[in-house]
C-alpha cells in the first residue's frame, strides 16, 4: 500500500567521494598557488632564493598525485616566506643604518640573531646592550620601526650623560619595547601561517562565503578559532547541498528506468520532483527532497477531478515503485531506508487543478547534462 512515505539516504557511492575528494584536494592546490602568487609579488627579484617553483597544475583526479602537489606547493610556501622575511630584515637594517649612522652605535645586522628577547648580563655594559637591541630591531614589524628607531637615538644620546644607574633604567625601558614588540613580530607572523594553512585546508569553502570572509579577516587566536567553526558549518552545508543534488540526479534516473516522465524543480533549499506515467494522466507521484536533512518523502498527487477508486489504484500502484525506488537508489550508492507508511485512504490525496493545466517544470539543461 503507497500512501506518503518517508525515507532517509546516506550517500556512500565511492565514485561519488572519490570525486568530492579529487575536487577538494583541487582546490587546496589552487589556493596554495594563489598563495604561492602573492609571496612571488612580495619577494620580487629575490623569488630566485626560494629555489625552482613547482608546477601546481591542479588538473589531475589522482590523489596521490594532487597530495604530492600540495605537498611540493607548502614546501616551496615555506621557502618563499623565508625569502621575504629576509628581504624585509634587509630593507630594515638600510633604514637603521641610514637612521643611525651619525650615532656611535656598533649594529651588526649580518649576526644570526635569536628569536629569543634579549637579557642582561650580570654585568652590563650599557652601550652594548642598546648596539645589541639596535641590531635586534631588523625583526620587529614595520610599524614597530620608526619608533623604536627614535628610542635608539634618545637613548644613545641620553647615554652619554647618565650615570650607572640611570643608564641602565634608559636601557631596560628600550629593550622592554623592544622585546614587545618582538613579540608582537612572532605572534603577527605565526597568525598568518595559521591563517594561510587555515584557507588551504577549508580551501573548499568560497572566498566569497561570509566564513572565509571572517578567516581572512582574523586578527587573532580567537578570530581564528571562529572562522574554523564557521568555515566547517560552511563545509558541511556544502556537503549537504552536494549530498542532496546527487540523490536527486540518482533519483531521476531510477524513475525514468521504471517508465515515469519526471519535471523537476530546483532552488531555495528543496529540490522536487513529480513523477508521471501515461497509465495515469490524471495522477502523479511527487517527491520533496530538502537541503537541511538526508531524506525525502513520496506524495501521491491528483490533478483536477478524480474518482476516489482511481485515487485509491494510483496509491496501490505506486507502492512498488516506492520499493523499487528505495532499492535502486541503495544499488547506485545512496543506501535508503523507508521510515514512513501511510496506507491508500489514510492522508488525503495532494489535489492540484485540471492537468492540462499543470505548468511543466522542466530539469534545467545543466542538471539533465549531468543525468
Given at each position: 500500500?503507497?500512501g506518503p512515505k518517508g525515507a532517509s539516504y546516506r550517500v556512500v557511492s565511492e565514485a561519488e567521494l572519490r570525486r568530492r575528494a579529487a575536487e577538494a584536494a583541487r582546490a587546496r592546490v589552487r589556493a596554495c598557488a594563489q598563495q604561492v602568487e602573492e609571496l612571488l609579488l612580495v619577494a620580487g627579484h629575490d623569488a630566485?632564493?626560494?629555489?625552482?617553483?613547482?608546477?601546481?597544475?591542479?588538473?589531475?583526479?589522482?590523489?596521490?598525485?594532487?597530495?604530492?602537489?600540495?605537498?611540493?606547493?607548502?614546501?616551496?610556501?615555506?621557502?618563499?616566506?623565508?625569502?621575504?622575511?629576509?628581504?624585509?630584515?634587509?630593507?630594515?637594517?638600510?633604514?637603521?643604518?641610514?637612521?643611525?649612522?651619525?650615532?656611535?652605535?656598533?649594529?651588526?645586522?649580518?649576526?644570526?640573531?635569536?628569536?629569543?628577547?634579549?637579557?642582561?648580563?650580570?654585568?652590563?655594559?650599557?652601550?652594548?646592550?642598546?648596539?645589541?637591541?639596535?641590531?635586534?630591531?631588523?625583526?620587529?614589524?614595520?610599524?614597530?620601526?620608526?619608533?623604536?628607531?627614535?628610542?635608539?637615538?634618545?637613548?644613545?644620546?641620553?647615554?652619554?650623560?647618565?650615570?650607572?644607574?640611570?643608564?641602565?633604567?634608559?636601557?631596560?625601558?628600550?629593550?622592554?619595547?623592544?622585546?614587545?614588540?618582538?613579540?608582537?613580530?612572532?605572534?603577527?607572523?605565526?597568525?598568518?601561517?595559521?591563517?594561510?594553512?587555515?584557507?588551504?585546508?577549508?580551501?573548499?569553502?568560497?572566498?566569497?562565503?561570509?566564513?572565509?570572509?571572517?578567516?581572512?579577516?582574523?586578527?587573532?587566536?580567537?578570530?581564528?578559532?571562529?572562522?574554523?567553526?564557521?568555515?566547517?558549518?560552511?563545509?558541511?552545508?556544502?556537503?549537504?547541498?552536494?549530498?542532496?543534488?546527487?540523490?536527486?540526479?540518482?533519483?531521476?534516473?531510477?524513475?525514468?528506468?521504471?517508465?515515469?516522465?519526471?519535471?523537476?524543480?530546483?532552488?531555495?533549499?528543496?529540490?522536487?520532483?513529480?513523477?508521471?506515467?501515461?497509465?495515469?494522466?490524471?495522477?502523479?507521484?511527487?517527491?520533496?527532497?530538502?537541503?537541511?536533512?538526508?531524506?525525502?518523502?513520496?506524495?501521491?498527487?491528483?490533478?483536477?477531478?478524480?474518482?476516489?477508486?482511481?485515487?485509491?489504484?494510483?496509491?496501490?500502484?505506486?507502492?512498488?515503485?516506492?520499493?523499487?525506488?528505495?532499492?535502486?537508489?541503495?544499488?547506485?550508492?545512496?543506501?535508503?531506508?523507508?521510515r514512513l507508511r501511510r496506507a491508500p485512504g489514510t492522508v488525503a490525496l495532494r489535489r492540484l487543478g485540471d492537468t492540462q493545466q499543470q505548468p511543466a517544470a522542466a530539469v534545467p539543461a545543466e542538471r539533465e547534462r549531468a543525468l
Amino acid at each position: 500500500m503507497s500512501g506518503p512515505k518517508g525515507a532517509s539516504y546516506r550517500v556512500v557511492s565511492e565514485a561519488e567521494l572519490r570525486r568530492r575528494a579529487a575536487e577538494a584536494a583541487r582546490a587546496r592546490v589552487r589556493a596554495c598557488a594563489q598563495q604561492v602568487e602573492e609571496l612571488l609579488l612580495v619577494a620580487g627579484h629575490d623569488a630566485v632564493k626560494a629555489g625552482r617553483r613547482p608546477a601546481l597544475a591542479a588538473r589531475s583526479d589522482a590523489l596521490d598525485a594532487l597530495a604530492a602537489e600540495e605537498r611540493a606547493g607548502q614546501e616551496y610556501l615555506e621557502r618563499l616566506r623565508q625569502v621575504v622575511a629576509e628581504r624585509r630584515r634587509s630593507a630594515a637594517a638600510a633604514h637603521l643604518t641610514a637612521a643611525l649612522g651619525t650615532l656611535a652605535i656598533d649594529i651588526d645586522f649580518t649576526a644570526t640573531h635569536s628569536r629569543r628577547t634579549p637579557t642582561p648580563t650580570p654585568k652590563p655594559d650599557q652601550r652594548a646592550r642598546l648596539d645589541a637591541l639596535a641590531s635586534r630591531l631588523v625583526d620587529v614589524d614595520d610599524g614597530d620601526l620608526p619608533a623604536l628607531t627614535e628610542a635608539i637615538r634618545a637613548a644613545a644620546a641620553a647615554l652619554d650623560t647618565a650615570d650607572a644607574g640611570r643608564a641602565a633604567q634608559i636601557v631596560a625601558a628600550v629593550q622592554l619595547r623592544v622585546s614587545d614588540a618582538l613579540h608582537r613580530a612572532q605572534d603577527r607572523a605565526a597568525l598568518a601561517v595559521r591563517r594561510a594553512a587555515l584557507a588551504r585546508e577549508f580551501a573548499d569553502v568560497p572566498p566569497d562565503d561570509p566564513a572565509a570572509v571572517a578567516a581572512a579577516a582574523a586578527s587573532d587566536e580567537h578570530g581564528l578559532a571562529r572562522a574554523r567553526t564557521l568555515l566547517q558549518a560552511a563545509r558541511d552545508r556544502r556537503r549537504r547541498a552536494a549530498d542532496q543534488e546527487f540523490v536527486v540526479d540518482r533519483a531521476v534516473d531510477a524513475l525514468r528506468a521504471l517508465g515515469y516522465r519526471v519535471e523537476a524543480q530546483h532552488g531555495g533549499g528543496l529540490d522536487t520532483l513529480v513523477a508521471r506515467k501515461d497509465a495515469w494522466p490524471h495522477h502523479g507521484l511527487r517527491l520533496f527532497f530538502p537541503e537541511s536533512e538526508p531524506a525525502f518523502t513520496t506524495v501521491p498527487e491528483a490533478y483536477g477531478a478524480t474518482d476516489a477508486r482511481d485515487d485509491a489504484a494510483f496509491e496501490r500502484a505506486t507502492c512498488g515503485d516506492v520499493d523499487a525506488l528505495v532499492a535502486r537508489l541503495t544499488a547506485g550508492g545512496v543506501p535508503t531506508e523507508l521510515r514512513l507508511r501511510r496506507a491508500p485512504g489514510t492522508v488525503a490525496l495532494r489535489r492540484l487543478g485540471d492537468t492540462q493545466q499543470q505548468p511543466a517544470a522542466a530539469v534545467p539543461a545543466e542538471r539533465e547534462r549531468a543525468l
